[in-house]
């Protein structure tokens, strides 16, 4: 079985500009997590869907970040315009209700470096 | 303070040893609690649930404290491969968040 997938795996941009990340959940998975995790810390939750639909998004700073999941499946969370303090590892997982909601397969993630 | 607090280490250990990390959690409603597995530079991985009864799995031994709201973790007979950030995480009741601690890096020395 596929994991996640997200792309890309490295990105380094400049302060001020903007970066969009991808991910593929695991297929069938109905439940999509975005985390950021810091150099140090563990990983801290952006923004959970539930198919398309938003179910937490309350620690998502939403002056300069964004996600979608349009159709349910694939999602993009995108940062405009990026801070120095976004360089992070942003960490997609997913989850399946019925094989057991809590157990979240996490993607490779995409390392972002902003200058 | 924090959710989840753990000892970040770093803990290095030989090779054969036992090592035991603990994890302390504010929030009373946490229902369900799990230590995840991290590798430099790799994504997290679920190592194992911990029930309150505790719980076996090889080499590894979680326990759980309610009434202290202390989770433990014990690894026996360590081996190189163990070398590795070990993650506390706890679920509240009635949603799907994991709150997951800083970590607690670990190192076995040959």
């Known amino acids: 079985e596929a994991g996640v997938a997200q792309s890309p795996r490295y990105k380094i941009i400049e302060k001020r500009q903007s970066v969009a990340f991808w991910c593929n959940p695991i297929s069938g998975h109905a439940t999509l997590y975005w985390y950021q995790q810091i150099l140090g810390q563990g990983p801290k939750l952006l923004i959970q869907f539930q198919n398309n639909g938003v179910v937490d998004d309350s620690q998502l700073p939403k002056d300069r970040f964004s996600a979608e999941r349009l159709k349910g499946v694939d999602s993009t969370l995108k940062i405009q315009p990026a801070k120095l303090e976004d360089s992070a590892v942003y960490l997609c997982?997913?989850?399946?209700?019925?094989?057991?909601?809590?157990?979240?397969?996490f993607g490779p993630g995409t390392r972002l470096l902003v200058l | 303070r924090k959710e989840v607090e753990q000892d970040p280490g770093p803990f290095n250990v030989p090779e054969g040893a036992t090592v035991a990390f603990n994890c302390t959690y504010s929030n009373s409603a946490s229902q369900s609690f799990f230590w995840y597995r991290q590798d430099c530079r790799k994504e997290p991985k679920l190592l194992m649930s911990?029930?309150?009864s505790g719980n076996e799995d090889g080499r590894f031994t979680a326990q759980l404290n309610r009434a202290s709201q202390y989770i433990s973790l014990l690894i026996r007979d360590s081996k190189l491969s163990d070398s590795a950030t070990y993650l506390c995480v706890v679920n509240e009741f009635g949603n799907e968040k994991l709150t997951f601690g800083t970590g607690t890096r670990l190192t076995i020395i040959p």
């Open positions: 911990v029930y309150s």
């Open positions: 997982a997913s989850s399946d209700r019925l094989a057991g909601m809590k157990t979240q397969y």
